[in-house]
């Protein structure tokens, strides 16, 4: 499995952005997603995530409202609406894939497959 997000760039506070995952490789349909931070000197951190069927989604207390996750198994693809963007969402987003769970899990170690992260800079 190989993943691929982009959208990032540069925005300012209350704007948004919509970030991408594009998936290559096994059935993208089977695994679970999610999408992760991780800002300057702070550990990576659990943003959002999707079960396999995008019936079922889970989001961090502090992006509840503001962000959404979303997925076109048709296109082999995950998204990651952004809305009143905030300085403290600045972070690389990375996306990530599980196909050992069905649905969404907070823990990054749940996730075998990784993006290489795409950088989201809010100024105030």
């Known amino acids: 499995v190989q993943l691929q997000a982009s959208g990032g760039g540069l925005v300012q506070a209350g704007g948004s952005l919509r970030l991408s995952c594009a998936a290559s490789?096994?059935?993208?349909?089977?695994?679970?997603m999610g999408w992760f931070r991780q800002a300057p000197g702070k550990e990576r951190e659990f943003v959002a995530g999707i079960s396999y069927s995008g019936g079922h989604t889970m989001y961090a207390d502090s992006e509840k409202g503001r962000f959404t996750i979303s997925r076109d198994n048709a296109k082999n693809t995950m998204y990651l609406q952004l809305n009143s963007l905030k300085p403290d969402d600045t972070a690389v987003y990375y996306c990530?894939?599980?196909?050992?769970?069905?649905?969404?899990?907070?823990?990054?170690?749940?996730?075998?497959?990784w993006g290489q992260g795409t950088l989201v800079t809010v100024s105030s």
């Open positions: 490789g096994r059935s993208f349909s089977s695994y679970a």
């Open positions: 990530a894939a599980s196909i050992t769970i069905t649905r969404p899990l907070p823990q990054s170690y749940e996730y075998e497959y």
